[in-house]
Structure formats: C-alpha cells, structure tokens
C-alpha cells in the first residue's frame, strides 16, 4: 500500500460559497417602490425637484446615479439598494460618453401627483382624492387601529432594548435558516427572542406573526422582522407618523 503525502495540487477550489438572504424591499414591482416612496414623502413633506436641481447646474434635467441616492437618502427616503437600482434603471439614460444618468423631472411629476396634478389649472373645479400614507408599522393593512397600537408598543419596547444593549440579532435568525429563504418558523423566532430576553405575550408574538408572516402560517419574514425593529431601535430612522 502507497501513500502520497505530498501529491500534485489539482487547483480545484471549493464550490461552497455562503449567501444569506436581506431585506431586499419592492425590488419586483415598480409600482409598488413607486408607492413606497410616495408614502415617505407624504409623511415628511418634502419636495425634491429643488433638491436635485441643485445638483444639474445646466438645469439638463439629469443627475449623476451617486447624486440621485445622495439626494433621496438625505431627504429620509431610505431604499434598500436593489430599489435605489431599479429607480435608476427606470428613470436612467446616456450622456454622449455613454455614461449613466438619471433623468430626475419625470420622476418628481410623478411623486408631486400625491399633492396636487398638472392639469389642475385647466380643470380648477376638479376634485382632488386625498392620498393616505400608511405607516411603516403596517403597510399592508392587516393589524386594525388596536392590533397596530399593541405591535408598535411591542416593538418599541424591543427598539429600546436593541438599542440600549447593542444586540445584534440578525445572525442568529440566519443561523436557523438552513435554506437561506429569509423565512423561519415562528417556533425557531420565539426561542431566538426568548434567549436574548426580548419576552412577548402570546398575543404580541401572534400580532408579530400576522404582521411579519411569510408564505406559510406559521413562517416569519425575519428580514423584514430586523428591517423595522431596526428603525424602531435607531439603527434606522423612524418615519415621523
């Protein structure tokens, strides 16, 4: 029998590569980015065209993709960086060096139509339909009034406890998800939160689970999950209500 202790080196190199899933946002649909970002400027009241205009100097109605994101992230409008790309897809043209731009007038027309709309002058007795934003806490409108006021009770609580310990919780969903999905049982979210002594009521974890489900009943989006609690801890800024 013959070893080789020192045989030739084939230079495979491993196929294992890790990957998690993050919290992506509207990424899919343009319409519902679209919706999400004239949900933030409706809460916080900003008009943006003055904003970019000081950033085109030639008045070209482009900016540069960088001053596009710089613009939107400053003025509260936080996207995830897969929506940042697809609004720069859409709205994105060449200059005559082929380089990307982002034509910025279109895009603020249609974010000022939740204000007011461009033919308003001509019709002056038309009426306008009011647009509602809904908050962060409840986008999807699956909580009612009192649902919603125990979950962000909830998950304030959790912020300040986030916050004030600096944990970190994240990784340790990831770890129970073997699949890398984003999802996890609601069994695997309970035990992680119970060992980091964010404690619930039963209640609370069954609002959490409505609010936060994936696709089966007893699966929670835990992507989403750390995207708010974030917020609701100051990693992220919470929309003003």
């Not at 990424?27 to 809460?43: F, P």
């Not at 001053?67 to 996207?79: A, C, G, T």
């Amino acid at each position: 029998m013959r070893f080789d202790i020192y045989g030739p080196y084939t230079g495979a190199k491993s196929t294992y590569t890790a990957k998690f899933i993050d919290y992506s946002g509207d990424k899919e649909s343009m319409a519902a980015l679209m919706q999400k970002v004239k949900n933030i400027v409706k809460r916080e009241r900003i008009r943006l065209l003055e904003f970019f205009q000081d950033h085109d100097t030639l008045r070209k109605g482009v900016v540069e993709p960088t001053k596009f994101r710089s613009v939107l992230h400053s003025h509260k409008v936080i996207l995830t960086a897969e929506e940042y790309s697809l609004l720069e897809k859409t709205y994105g043209v060449l200059d005559e060096r082929n380089a990307p731009l982002v034509t910025y007038v279109p895009f603020c027309e249609e974010i000022g139509n939740i204000f007011t709309e461009k033919d308003l002058e001509k019709i002056p007795t038309k009426r306008l339909t009011s647009f509602v934003a809904p908050s962060i806490l409840d986008p999807s409108d699956v909580l009612n009034g009192q649902e919603e006021e125990c979950l962000d009770a909830t998950l304030h609580r959790f912020g300040e406890q986030v916050r004030l310990r600096r944990l970190l919780i994240k990784p340790f969903f990831q770890d129970k998800d073997k699949s890398r999905c984003g999802f996890i049982t609601m069994t695997r979210f309970r035990q992680i939160m119970d060992n980091f002594k964010l404690h619930a009521t039963e209640q609370e974890f069954k609002l959490i689970n409505k609010r936060f489900q994936a696709k089966a009943a007893n699966e929670i989006n835990y992507t989403e999950f750390d995207h708010v609690l974030r917020q609701y801890s100051g990693d992220l800024e919470l929309p003003a209500k």
